[in-house]
């Protein structure tokens, strides 16, 4: 839901300004935080099981953070969806935009 949120504000931008300028203002390519995303997605998968834990177990860090809480692999597995969802939803209103 957040990645979707995240690229309705850049569409909105794009429909204001023009897919050019929005691309500008983002400083990525939405292809490139795609694909970082899944590397993070299925990259917070193989860590369990470099732990020897089946395929995305989660796994915590041993100190809780004040604010955040604990950090492990279930928040490295959620910004590769975010990142994954922003940058496919942005490639489908750039393209349509464009044509």
């Known amino acids: 839901m957040g990645g979707l949120v995240a690229a309705t504000g850049f569409a909105l931008y794009a429909l204001a300004y023009g897919v050019s300028a ?5 400083h990525v390519d939405p292809r490139v935080l795609v694909a970082w995303g899944l590397v993070t997605a299925i990259g917070s998968g193989c860590i369990s099981l470099f732990a020897g834990r089946p395929f995305l177990t989660g796994l915590w860090a041993g100190d809780r953070l004040p604010i955040v809480g604990s950090l492990g692999t279930p928040l490295l597995f959620d910004t590769g969806v975010y990142m994954t969802v922003a940058g496919m939803a942005l490639l489908i209103v750039f393209s349509l935009m464009e044509e």
């Open 22 to 26: 929005t691309r500008h203002k983002m």
